[in-house]
């Protein structure tokens, strides 16, 4: 299950607040719950006007250093919800990480990989190999995610696998726990 799609290569220092997002736009609603389609009407459009329109499921997002810095959890809901299949950066924060993937969207940190890159190239990037196949059919490396990373990637988020984890916990036990 390797991902693969069309690259959208950004730059060094891309701001998530205001650059991926327009967090000021949004600033009113924080803590409520998300409007996915405002987001997705938002993803990158300042730094890309096209990117809304042209964005396709299973895209690839390529950045390069300090990518998403300065960023709500919003920011990894509207690139999800614009149908990136994976986020493959040369660095970021570890909370960027950590959001992202609770929302079901990985990234890999993978030295080398904006100069690796062209803007439309066809990758592929597997968070659980750590694997990324350049559109030459070249090898790049990043750390695989661990086994629990990539169960919440495959479910989704922290959320959906957590549900089917419980579900599955109370169908495996019936009557345990009925009872207030």
Same mark, same amino acid.
């Given at each position: 299950?390797?991902?693969?799609?069309?690259?959208?290569?950004?730059?060094?220092?891309?701001?998530?607040?205001?650059?991926?997002?327009?967090?000021?736009?949004?600033?009113?609603?924080?803590?409520?719950?998300?409007?996915?389609?405002?987001?997705?009407?938002?993803?990158?459009?300042?730094?890309?006007?096209?990117?809304?329109?042209?964005?396709?499921?299973? /895209?690839?997002?390529?950045? %390069?250093?300090?990518? !998403?810095?300065?960023?709500?959890?919003?920011? =990894?809901? @509207?690139?999800?919800? #614009?149908?990136?299949?994976?986020?493959?950066?040369?660095?970021?924060?570890?909370?960027?990480?950590?959001?992202?993937?609770?929302?079901?969207?990985?990234?890999?940190?993978?030295?080398?990989?904006?100069?690796?890159?062209? /803007?439309?190239?066809?990758? %592929?990037?597997?968070? !659980?190999?750590?694997?990324?196949?350049?559109? =030459?059919? @070249?090898?790049?490396? #990043?750390?695989?995610?661990?086994?629990?990373?990539?169960?919440?990637?495959?479910?989704?988020?922290?959320?959906?696998?957590?549900?089917?984890?419980?579900?599955?916990?109370?169908?495996?036990?019936?009557?345990?726990?009925?009872?207030?």
């Amino acid at each position: 299950m390797t991902p693969r799609g069309r690259a959208w290569v950004f730059g060094d220092d891309v701001s998530g607040d205001d650059g991926i997002i327009e967090f000021a736009i949004i600033r009113d609603s924080f803590g409520k719950e998300f409007d996915e389609d405002a987001l997705r009407a938002m993803c990158f459009r300042h730094l890309r006007p096209d990117f809304p329109a042209q964005v396709r499921p299973g /895209d690839i997002v390529v950045g %390069g250093r300090n990518f !998403a810095h300065h960023n709500h959890v919003e920011v =990894s809901v @509207a690139i999800r919800a #614009s149908g990136i299949a994976v986020v493959v950066v040369e660095s970021c924060d570890s909370g960027f990480l950590r959001r992202a993937l609770n929302n079901g969207l990985p990234v890999m940190i993978c030295p080398g990989i904006a100069a690796a890159v062209q /803007d439309g190239d066809i990758i %592929g990037a597997d968070p !659980a190999t750590g694997e990324v196949t350049l559109a =030459s059919g @070249a090898l790049l490396r #990043s750390k695989p995610f661990s086994e629990r990373m990539v169960q919440i990637w495959r479910a989704g988020g922290t959320i959906p696998l957590l549900e089917r984890e419980f579900a599955a916990r109370r169908a495996a036990a019936p009557g345990q726990g009925d009872a207030a």
